[in-house]
């Protein structure tokens, strides 16, 4: 018996996710050529997000079935969260197999943020398991940072040169990169910040105030107003009802973001994966910690022998 | 306007007869949200869709959201949720979690003002 859905993998091994190293146009399209090509002759969606200038190149070589390509709109990576939880939806939204050419905009980003970019590009390949999705992920050798490319070879199972496909030896299992990425120290809070301690439910409406009232100061606007309030509550929630009971509320700002953080000192959390994976793929009851990732713009969530903070920051403009 | 079927600090909810369902005014969270899922479980009314007028409730929190998809998803095959909100947050939450599927039965009605 055939089955006439069977994905066009790649080899024996069902790895959805391969890095392309490229260091000019040439080396570029002799891989996505073939891979938007070979998607669409297999009557499979293909998406591509990548650069004005690649977008500009694939249209060109791909003549007239360009227009069978979904092209991304344009700010399509906001948060990794964000981005993760797209492209899980896209691939669940295909009937079957899909193709996705997604290159990650590491050009300008502080080193927290590409340390989560690259935590996105480590945790895309557990979303993407047995979604029927292939990613393939091109990286610019010429005007990447070494660190860039360096993780990029860790974080993708699967390495792609032309249109020949290999698994990748350098290849670290997720959930050890994610803890890795858990093990830099957090900046100690400001000297000039604001506290609130709650210890128990009936406060974290006086919380919800205290958070509203900064964030209102800091002009956040009402809209971003409210997805913090979600978070804090929900991070203090989980303080109430899983931890020890009581906490605090720790804000500061500074001129680029606000900062809310939940400190629960006899809270303990499995981190690595913590609220990372959307609900339907993990089996941890992550998703309290999922909708703080998903609202705010980023969220650092530690646990140590002191506790769990939950630090969520956003951006004061986007 | 008749009497609350229930009222707290933060919260108060009155049954609506047509539609029917309930309205609320105030803060949802985790001190009050079994109230309003057992005056949910409450409301009768079948075949009719269950509707749910949100328009003055300033705060609801994420786990009240998941409690009301739960009960949208309890409910008999071809009726519906309809949840009337004047904020951005739950169309925000319901999408991050993947329930504004049209397999969910709820329907989100916004009313957004620019205020």
Redesign the interface.
């Known amino acids: 018996m055939t089955d006439l859905r069977a994905p066009s993998r790649p080899g024996p091994a069902p790895h959805a996710h391969h890095l392309l190293l490229y260091g000019g146009d040439e080396q570029f399209l002799d891989a996505a050529l073939p891979f938007a090509r070979g998607g669409l002759a297999a009557g499979e969606p293909v998406f591509v997000a990548t650069t004005r200038h690649n977008t500009a190149l694939l249209r060109r070589h791909l003549g007239a079935r360009a227009e069978h390509v979904c092209f991304a709109p344009t700010h399509w990576y906001r948060t990794p969260a964000q981005t993760l ?1 797209a492209f899980h ?1 896209k691939a ?1 939204s295909a009937p079957g197999p899909s193709r996705v050419l997604g290159e990650t905009p590491w050009i300008g980003l502080t080193g927290d943020e590409a340390r989560e970019w690259s935590r996105y590009e480590a945790l895309l390949t557990l979303a993407l398991a047995s979604t029927g999705a292939w990613h393939l992920c091109p990286y610019d050798t010429r005007v990447l940072p070494a660190s860039a490319l360096r993780t990029a070879q860790l974080t993708h199972p699967a390495l792609t040169t032309g249109a020949e496909h290999r698994a990748n030896p350098a290849h670290v299992p997720p959930e050890r990169f994610s803890a890795a990425c858990d093990t830099v120290p957090l900046p100690e809070p400001p000297e000039d910040r604001a506290e609130f301690h709650f210890d128990g ?2 406060q ?2 006086d919380l ?1 105030a205290f958070t509203a009232r900064l964030a209102h100061l800091a002009a956040l606007p009402a ?1 971003r107003i ?2 913090l ?2 978070c804090v ?2 991070a203090a ?1 989980n303080a ?2 899983h931890g020890g009971g009581a906490g605090r509320c720790t804000f500061w700002t500074t001129a680029a973001e606000v900062f809310c953080e939940i400190t629960d000192p006899k809270g303990s959390l499995d981190t690595a994966l913590a609220g990372y994976l ?3 793929t993990s089996h941890l009851d992550g ?2 910690l ?2 703080i990732r ?2 705010s713009d980023a969220a650092d969530m530690r646990s140590t022998e002191h506790g769990t903070v939950i630090r969520m920051r956003m951006k004061r403009r986007r | 306007m008749h009497p609350p079927l229930y009222a707290d ?2 919260l108060r909810i009155w049954d609506t007869a047509d539609p029917p369902g309930l309205r609320l005014a105030g ?1 949802v ?3 009050n949200q079994a109230a309003l899922v057992g005056h949910l479980l409450a409301v009768d009314g079948a075949p009719a869709d269950v509707t749910l007028d949100l328009t003055e409730v300033t ?1 609801l ?3 009240s959201l ?1 409690a009301l998809v739960a009960f949208a998803e309890s409910l008999e095959p071809g009726r519906r949720l309809v949840v009337h909100t004047r ?3 739950v169309a ?2 319901l999408r ?3 329930w504004d599927r049209p397999e969910v039965p709820l329907t989100l009605l916004e009313e957004i003002t620019d205020d």
Do not use: K, Y
Request: charged residues 25%.
């Open positions: 939880r939806d669940h439910m009936h974290i409406a919800r809209e409210d997805s309030l979600i509550d929900e929630a109430v009802r959307p609900p339907d998703r309290g999922w909708i998903q609202l | 600090a933060l803060q969270d985790l001190t705060f929190n994420f786990a998941h904020t951005p947050a925000q939450m991050a979690c993947g």
